[in-house]
């Protein structure tokens, strides 16, 4: 990437994913000049310590900020309120919204006095509080420009049947929401059509290069199934895992990932005598690497209802596995026709591997086809390249 005199800027929420991890590895390797200001409970970061600074955001009084900011808040809360069609909503969310801005406050009075306004360009990682941080500075006048990436959960309100709080007060001083897929980018402009100018996309991935793909034998009549995720009852591990039991396929799943379900789910009794469960824990990314290299999977698998792009099926297509998945997000811009299944909200996993032609699934051509075009399309360094050279290129 070519070197640019300026500074960047990217506020994070208690992010602490290998993905953002492999992203500052980008930064550091292209000498890019940076710094993380993360708003967290705990210091539990991976990176290196010169290149962030903690913010803890429990450390503040909101009656006090009520007082010396009433006039702010009450602008705040106008614009808001006027941002788009009045809902009752707004009532109901009314203690928690000004909580927010008490917050979003404190944490952008902590934060100015780390930035430098020149020559800086400003991110927050995700569509989250941390893009009402730089919306009060920007409506103060402390900074000129700020950008977003928007993901799942900080994105699609539909999911959850209620708004996300100030999410009109951001789109307003915001200068350019980067979704990260063409879908939650469509989805925004649906809602902010008169922002839509403010609205595109820019596709994350992975960096893994995969030299081989595997390929099984055909008469094989067991179906190896492998997941990635945390274990939490968003992911819906739990109910993949009873829909798989209740059935009498002769299945092979592994899955990768901790959390709260592990405990759980890693002890659960199996009743379908065909069905074969490993549940891995955490990997490393060389440990999930080796794993998909040496060994073949029929089919990765995705039951969650809440993803923006799932950054594991970018990493499982660069082994040329078709995915079973429901339709949500962005999933249909990895899943490509013939190569995978997606599934409406009405179907389970039984559904489909009931009546699919898994040996169609095994076909050298095919899978070396889903190989290629998530190289080609969900090559993380490349992605990244253009979105910073983008951004550091705007105030040139």
Known sequence: MK?????????????????????????????????????????????NQNNIIYIDYRDYNSLNIITKNFYLITKILI????????????????????????????????????????????ISYRFNQCATVLSILKMNNKIEKFYSRAHGVDLYENRYNKRIILRGFQMKYIDELFCVSKN????????????????????????????????????????????????????????????????DINIDWVHIGNGPQYSKLSVKEVKNRNLKVKFLGNLDSNEIFNLLRLNYFDFSVCYSFDEGLPIFLTEVTKFGIPIISY???????????????????????VDVLININKNSFRNRELRLKIKYNSENMFNLDKNLDLFYGNLLKKKE
Do not use: W
């Open 3 to 47: 070197s640019y005199n300026k500074k960047v800027y990217i506020l994070v929420e208690n992010e602490i994913s290998n993905y953002f991890l492999d992203e500052i590895k980008f930064l550091e390797k292209n000498n890019v000049n940076f710094l993380v200001i993360c708003f967290s409970e705990t210091k539990n970061f991976l990176i």
């Open 79 to 122: 614009i808001e309120l006027f941002s788009r069609s009045f809902s009752f909503q707004y009532i109901f969310d009314f203690k928690k919204t000004v909580s927010n801005i008490c917050r979003s406050l404190f944490l952008a009075n902590k934060t100015i006095n780390l930035f430098s306004n020149k020559n800086s360009i400003f």
């Open 184 to 247: 939650g980018s469509n989805y925004v402009k649906s809602i902010f059509f008169y922002y839509k100018h403010k609205i595109s996309y820019s596709y994350l991935g992975t960096n893994m290069y995969v030299d081989k793909i595997n390929i099984s034998n055909e008469k094989s009549n067991v179906i190896k199934l492998i997941s990635i995720g945390y274990l939490n009852p968003v992911k819906k591990i739990d109910k993949l895992f009873s829909d798989l039991d209740n059935s």
């Open 327 to 349: 339709n949500v997000g962005g999933v249909s811009e990895i899943v490509l026709p013939d190569s995978g299944v997606l599934m409406d909200k009405h179907q389970n996993i």
